[in-house]
Every structure is written in structure tokens, then in C-alpha cells.
């Protein structure tokens, strides 16, 4: 029981049918991965006549052998078998020199052709003779050699890809021994002919199965003079007799099939051809997998300076393939088909064609060593782990996704050869049988509860290459640098110049120069920057400002470049790096705020993190942010850091069209009524820290303007009055100084220098304007609304909103301005008279000099200016009963009077369209210029990139300033035919 038998009683039988010397020694069996199968096929050997008594004298003097032996009997019934027929093979396990010395691929050859009694020197080596006996002398030391392999590979004395490597030379040297077999079969009257063999698959990648088909391609050229037909027909001959020889069956057993499908045509295509003809089908008529498989091609056996020439002819198609239309997709769609058709009771045993099996290993690994090989020759590696450690080290591959997915693989790939030693079968199947998953969990060393291990490690390292392989394979990037020509993906000086000249960089010195300070020097680094530059420099041009966008790049790249993720991030996630690459070419806005929190830039991976946060979210961060300093400085300089990672995230998804003018208007207003909610609790902070140890009064800021209005844009102030209500029984004078003292320093903390963008608070607005307290108490406003109020102050207050402050304080304000702002009356005619007299002057006076009224968004004709007091109109006259006339916000407004019959649907269409339009302007210009202008621009790139901004393809700028006019003319009409009446 202790040594693992899982049939005591029976092989108890077993073992008593030993010679007595033996039984000892039986401890090894431990090591078995099946040791009642051990045991058994111990029984037979040793009974052999010739053989059993040295074989018993031999295990019990020598451990390692016993070991060697017992573990192998236990592990292979195929092997075990051998060894029944060819008992004298058991001194290949004994030999000393066995785990120490790896045969060499030119031992292994001459071996196998001298014991077909071929000359392993000769130019053309030919066996001794053709017949059935030379055939079956091949088999026979093949397997001794596979035995000796075997051995080693279940001691775990060669690792797996190693074992591989050999099984592969193992099979060069069996094809090497086939065609000499093969040559001495041929007719003497034959024409002379050359023929190489080329390895394809896992044989040309050296890293075969123990049972596997072997994958060729047989090139044939003449020999000596002969006609091409003649040699073609010899070159059948002999590929034809190569595949017999290794696919038939004989007492000794069979190789491995020899399959040649992979030739042009498939199976219906010519066996042989010569370089020319497969140079010609390559060049015209070759599928995306075609070249895919011959990513692993390697000359094997036959004429190799022939091989060498088909390698030479077929390697520069092979690195050009990723150029192809579709490549990418073609490449992915297969992997997706082989899913497909795996049948459904096998999909979650497979392990080779599964979902996270070999296959989403190979796959992967080879797509990437397609579109990077290109420019990048320390990729072009047949074996896939060689090809993964390349990948790896270029940067191609995270070190850590590296090493992962190479764990897996090797995992698997014992796996699956322990599985197909063990009956000598091709399969890729996990068994179902518990005794037989078992045994193999202890070939792999799992000897506490094997099932259970072996069960938890496979589906550990299955997910882990799920996980991998979708990331690397499904990579976005990919298809990007597959569209790009070969010759441009090599940032030479002279490639980079033609690139982006071609591309329409201006100033392609200065770019030179940013591409050649990111990819200097042979870091991983710069690796990585090589592989993104190419695709990047192209995603630059598709936006407005190439040259800017890549001095930003570098910019930031030169902050973040030494930090773990950010590369990784470019790199992995595709829609980040192109994200960030049309951002920082159409936004200087955004390039600013960048500039000052790189680290931002992670979130353009995450549509999630593109989102604007609700004001209760960043409200809470920045009062939780003012409160961590004491210091008031400190407490406001973290909310406007706070502020300026929110405008960024606000500033991108607009520029990348995520989110719509109406609601980067409610963004922005949120934004900045939690910036003056966090100032207000550093102004408090201040201002007690002067000698006032509390404040006697309670505060309140009301937004107005476009800020009450939740309509702000990028340039905005924040438009303000402030109230207080001084405490009961606090002194009136020192309430008012304190609550003055508090909106000073509030407005003084949140514009000081500061790395941070200033936030303008302006309190133009209250009663008086600039001659009036900055501050005022409520009973101050309602004195002053009921005796001074004029109508165009009634209409300033539609904007108001009480946004921060003292909760009740702020209630009781809105129900003062409510009265104001809707009166139960409307308006009376002196009062239209009056808004259409200053309407007027506006007009007139406002406009800048020599400013187009057709182009500026604020005063001109069917802008801004005109669409709100067309509305604020309305709602002065009817809000008293049109509820939905109550809103500070124009677009509800306008929707509520269409609604109530007091604007046609047409009419109030065409106004929201002309205000959304002249918004989405403003704020376009102030994203392209990092400064905010009311006139749209007359620079022509200006103006293209603003166009661009609003959805204009290249060149439509003339057409954006079309529709402009065109939509702001019709604005107009209405305006004169409703507020001009």
C-alpha cells in the first residue's frame, strides 16, 4: 500500500512468482507511476531465458537501474512491450553515461544509417539493401534510442522542451535512414535526382510529441544533367517509399505517420516540387496558414544545401505575410474554427486544441512573431518557447505573462507526453479513467493525492493560457502594426523621415529627434517603444496635430517610462494606446493636465474610468482630501489636484466622442461645485487659523450664469454670489467680516500659482455688481430684491442655484429668488420692453471689433446669447404656469416650452441645434488651444482641428463653417420671430 500498488492481493501474487533476490530490491516501485503494471512487466522480463538471470544479478547490485527501469515499465505499456521483445536493450538502462551525456543530431543520424548499413559520411548515403528486415533493423533501433530518451524524460533528468528537441532529431535521423532504405529500393535504370526534406510543425520546430504525425515537404531538384520530368518522377518515388518505410506496420511496430499534407494543394497537389514551383505558389496563390506553418519549416534530412535554397527562397514571404489584407483576422478566425470543431464531449479534455491548451499557446506566440518579425530578426525562431523567450526579452511580452505562459506550456507538454507514453498512442486527450489519471498524476511527481493534483495544476496553468492568450492574441495593437509595410516598422532615420513625411508631420526634424529619444539604447524600454512607435506615428496623423501629439507622447514616455505598468499598459491594451495617442494629437487642453498627472493616462484603457463621476463622488474625495492637511494651502492644493485629474477624465472622453455636449456641461458644473464645497472648507480652515476660532455665521454660494445653469464649458468661471445667515445672537459686524474673510480666501486659495489650473470665481453677478458687498446676509438680498430688483436681475436669477454650503441656508435663498424668477403675473410690457432694449445694446456693444457675426458662438447671430434670452423669455413670461419652464438648464427649458405649445417642435429644434452646436464649439476650440475664444477660429489648421474635434472628416473644415451658418441662420429666424417679435 505504502509503495502505491493499487491491487495489493494481486501483487502479492506477483511478486512471489520473483526470484527471491529480487524482492529487496522491489522498494522502487514506489517511483512507478503505475506500479501493479511495473511489477507485471518486471515478471515477464525476468523469466526471459536469455536475458533474466543478468538482468536479476543487475538490479540488485544497482539502484539506478532498478529505478530506471521500474519507473519506465510502470509509465509505458508501448515501451514495456519493446522491451519484452528486445530484452537486451534493459543494459541501454544501465549505462553510466546515460543521464550525463545528450546524443548529438549528427549521432543520432549516423546511428540510425548504420544500422541500415548506410555510410553516415557518404554525400548520398544508400542502406545495404531495400528489403523488409533493414526496415524493421531501423524500428527496432529507433525504439532503443526512444527507450534510452524515455528513461531520461521520466527521471526528469531533461526538461521537456529538451526532450522534445531530441524526439524531433530522433525523427530527422529516422527520415535520413528512410530515404537511404528508400535509394535502395529505386530501380538501377532510375534517374538521378536531389531531394530534401523538409520539417514542418513540431519536427521543423524541434519540438515533437513521442507519437505525433511527422509534417514534411519534399523539394526534388535534377541531378547531373537529367531532364526535370525524369528526376521529378524519382524524387515521387523515393518520397513516396520515405512515407511507407516510417507509416507502415511490422512485427517491430511502426514509427509515426509521414503526412505531407501541408504541401501546396493539400493532398491533390504534386508530392514533390522543386524551389521554382514553390517559390511561383507561394508567391500567388498561399493562405494566411500556409505561411503560418512554414513559420517552422527546417530542412531535416536529404540534400541539404537544396533545403537550404527552399528555406533562402520561402523566408522572405514568410516575414511579408503580416502585410497581407486580414492577416490578423485570418489568423484569429482560424484558432476560433479549430475550436469549433472539437466535439463537445472532448472540449474540456483537450489538451492540445481546447480552449487554453497548446494550441492558444502556439497560436499566440506565432501571431506575434509574424507582425513583430517583420522588423525585428531575434523573433524568427521556430520552437515556441525559444520564440516565447524572445518575445519576452524584446519586450514584445510582459516578463511576468512570459514566464507564466512558458510554465504552462511546459506543463502541458509533459502532460501530454506522459499521456501518449504510456500506451505509445497519439492522443491529446486528458483520460477519464480514475486509475489511469492516477498514474499519471505520479509520472509527474504527484504522489500525496494524484488525482486531485494533477486535476487543480491542469486547470490552474488551463486558465492561466486562457487568460494569456487572449490578452496577447485578441491584442489590439497587432492588427495595427500588421497593416503597416514591412519596411516602414524599421525605425532607421531614413525610414522614419520618408514615414512621416508621407504621414504629413511639418516638422519631421523635431520628430526624428522625439522618436529617436524614445527608442535609443537597447533597453526593454526602448524595445517596447520600437514596436508601439510605428503604429503610433500613424495614429498621431489621423488626428489634427501629429507633430503635437508625438512631443507629448514623448513628454510623458520620459515621466512614466521607468514605471512598471505604463508601457506594459500601452503595449497589452491597444485601445489605450490609441486612445492616448488621438487625445494628445487633438488636445493641447488635455496635453496640459497630462503633463501634470501622467499617471492619469491609465485610465484610457477603461470605458469605465472615462465616465464622469457623479458630484457626491468627487465631492466626498475632495472633503475627504481637504480634511487630511492641516495646513490650508495644502488642503486646496488636493482638491484642485482632484479637480485637474476630473477635468482630464471629462477633457478625454469628449475628444474620444464618449460622452455628449449636455453632459460634459453637467460634468463640468458638478466638478466645480465640489472644488468650492472642498475651498470652502480650506477657506474656513484659513481663516480660523488667523485668530477666528470659529466662523459666527452660516455660508452659502449660489451658482449663476452658465455655472447655475449646469451648462458650463472648459473656459468657464465659476459665476457666484454668496449669502450668510449670521449664527443667533452673533454679533452682525463680525459675522459679515468672517464671512467675507471666508469667500477672499476661497477665491484667493483656489487661483494662487499653483501646478494645478486656477479656478476663476467670479462674483460679478451679485446685487451692485462690483460696488456691492462681496457677501451678503439673506435678509440683505430679500431687502434689496424687494425695493432695487430690476428685470434684468430677475432674469440673472434663472440661473440661480444654490450649489454648496449650509444646507437650510441654501433652501431658504432659492424660495426669496423663486418669487422673482417666476411671478405669478409674467411680465409686464415695460418689463419686455426693458430685456429687449438691453438685448439690444448687447448687440450692438458687446460684439468684439472686427469680430464676424457669423462665426462668434457667444453674441453672434443664432449663438448662445440668442438662444438663452429667447428662452429666458419665455420663462419669465410663463414659468409661473408652466412648471417645467422652472429649470436653470436651456435645453430643459426649450423642451418644456415646445411641450407647452409656446415654440413649434421645428422652431425648438432649431434652437437646441444651434446652441448644442455653438457649445460644442466653444468647447472644441478651448480643447484644441488650450484657451478659450468665443470666435471661431480663422487659423486654417485651428479651424480643421476644431472641425475634426466635432466630427469633420480631414478637409471638411469648409464644410463645418458651412453647417455652422447654416444651423445658426435658421437659430436666428426663429429668435427674430419670437423675441423680437
Known sequence: MRWGFAEPETALRRIAEL??????????????????????????????????????????????????????????????????????????????????????????????????GADPEAEVPVAADGGPGTADAMRVAYHRLLLRLAVRDLGNEVRVDDAAAELADLAAAALEASLAVARARLPRNATPCRLAIIGMGKTGGRELNYVSDVDVLFVAEPAEQAGEGDATRTATQLAAQVIRICSEHSGEGTLWPVDAGLRPEGKAGPLVRSVASYDAYYQRWAKTWEFQALLKARAVAGDHELGARFLEAIDPLVWRAAERDGFVADVQAMRRRVVDHIPAAQLDRQLKLG???????????????????????????????????????????????????????????????????????????????????RALGRSLGLWAEPVKELTREWKKHVREVRRLHEKLFYRPLLAAVARIPTAETRLTPDAARARLTALGYTDSAAALRHIEALVAGVSRRASIQRTLLPVMLEWFADAPDPDGGLLAFRQVSEELGSTPWY?????????????????????????????????????????????????????????????????????????????????????????????????VGEALTDIAAATLSGGVVAAVRSVAAQGRSTIPTRLAVVAMGRFGGHEMSYGSDADVIFVHEPYDGADEKEAADAATAVVTELRRLLAAPAPDPPVGVDADLRPEGRQGPLVRTLASYTSYYARWSHVWEAQALLRA?????????????????????????????????????????????????????????????????????????????????????????????????????????????????????????????????????????????????????????????????????????????????????
Open 567 to 663: 508601457l506594459r499598459l500601452l503595449r497589452d491594451e491597444g485601445v489605450t494606446a490609441e486612445r492616448m495617442a488621438r487625445v494628445l494629437a487633438s488636445s493641447k487642453f488635455v496635453v496640459d493636465l497630462l503633463r501634470r498627472a501622467p499617471e492619469a493616462v491609465a485610465m484610457f484603457g477603461d470605458d469605465r474610468e472615462l465616465r464622469p463621476r457623479t458630484r457626491e463622488q468627487v465631492e466626498t474625495e475632495m472633503l475627504a482630501a481637504a480634511g487630511r492637511y492641516d495646513d490650508p494651502a495644502s488642503a486646496a492644493a488636493a482638491v484642485r489636484a482632484i479637480r485637474r485629474r476630473e477635468l482630464l477624465r471629462v477633457a478625454a472622453a469628449d475628444v474620444l466622442g464618449m460622452i455628449d455636449v449636455d453632459t
Open 19 to 116: 526470484p527471491a533476490a529480487l524482492v529487496p530490491a522491489l522498494d522502487a516501485t514506489g517511483a512507478a507511476a503505475d506500479p501493479d503494471q511495473a511489477v507485471a512487466f518486471l515478471a515477464d522480463l525476468v523469466h526471459d531465458e536469455r536475458e533474466g538471470p543478468a538482468l536479476v544479478a543487475a538490479l540488485v547490485d544497482d539502484e539506478t537501474l532498478r529505478r530506471r527501469l521500474l519507473r519506465l515499465l510502470g509509465a509505458s505499456t508501448g515501451l514495456a512491450e519493446h522491451l519484452i521483445r528486445h530484452p537486451e536493450h534493459w543494459r541501454d538502462l544501465a549505462d553510466p553515461h546515460l543521464s550525463s551525456t545528450r546524443p548529438t543530431t549528427r549521432a543520432l543520424r549516423a546511428d540510425l544509417l548504420s544500422t541500415v
Open 801 to 981: 442655484d444654490a450649489v454648496c454650503g449650509d444646507p437650510g441656508l441654501r433652501e431658504r435663498f432659492m424660495e426669496l429668488v423663486d418669487g422673482l424668477r417666476w411671478p405669478d403675473s409674467g411680465l409686464t410690457p415695460d418689463d419686455e420692453r426693458e430685456i429687449r432694449r438691453i438685448k439690444a445694446r448687447v448687440d450692438a456693444e458687446r460684439l468684439p471689433r472686427g469680430a464676424d457675426p457669423t462665426t462668434h458662438t457667444k453674441l453672434g447671430r443664432g449663438g448662445l446669447a440668442d438662444v438663452e434670452w429667447t428662452v429666458q423669455l419665455l420663462q419669465l413670461r410663463h414659468g409661473a404656469e408652466v412648471p417645467g419652464l422652472r429649470t436653470t438648464r436651456t435645453v430643459r427649458a426649450l423642451e418644456a416650452a415646445a411641450d407647452a405649445g409656446l415654440l413649434s417642435r421645428e422652431d425648438a429644434d432649431d434652437l437646441l441645434a444651434a446652441w448644442r452646436l455653438a457649445t460644442r464649439a466653444r468647447n472644441a476650440m478651448m480643447l484644441v488651444r488650450d484657451r478659450a475664444s468665443d470666435s471661431l477660429p480663422r487659423d486654417p489648421r485651428d479651424l480643421a482641428a476644431v472641425s475634426r474635434l466635432l466630427g469633420y472628416e480631414p478637409l471638411e473644415s469648409g464644410l463645418f463653417l458651412e453647417d455652422y451658418r447654416r444651423i445658426t441662420r435658421h437659430a436666428r429666424s426663429v429668435v427674430e420671430r419670437v423675441f423680437w417679435e
Open 355 to 437: 480552449p487554453g491548451g497548446l494550441r492558444d499557446v502556439e497560436f499566440a506566440v506565432q501571431l506575434l512573431q509574424l507582425v513583430h518579425g517583420r522588423s525585428d530578426p531575434s523573433l524568427r525562431r521556430s520552437s515556441t518557447l525559444r520564440a516565447l523567450d524572445a518575445l519576452t526579452a524584446g519586450g514584445y511580452v510582459g516578463r511576468d505573462d512570459g514566464a507564466a505562459l512558458a510554465e504552462a506550456y511546459r506543463f502541458l507538454r509533459t502532460l501530454e507526453h506522459r499521456i501518449q507514453l504510456s500506451r505509445m498512442r497519439r492522443t491529446h486527450l486528458l483520460p477519464e479513467d480514475e486509475q489511469d489519471l
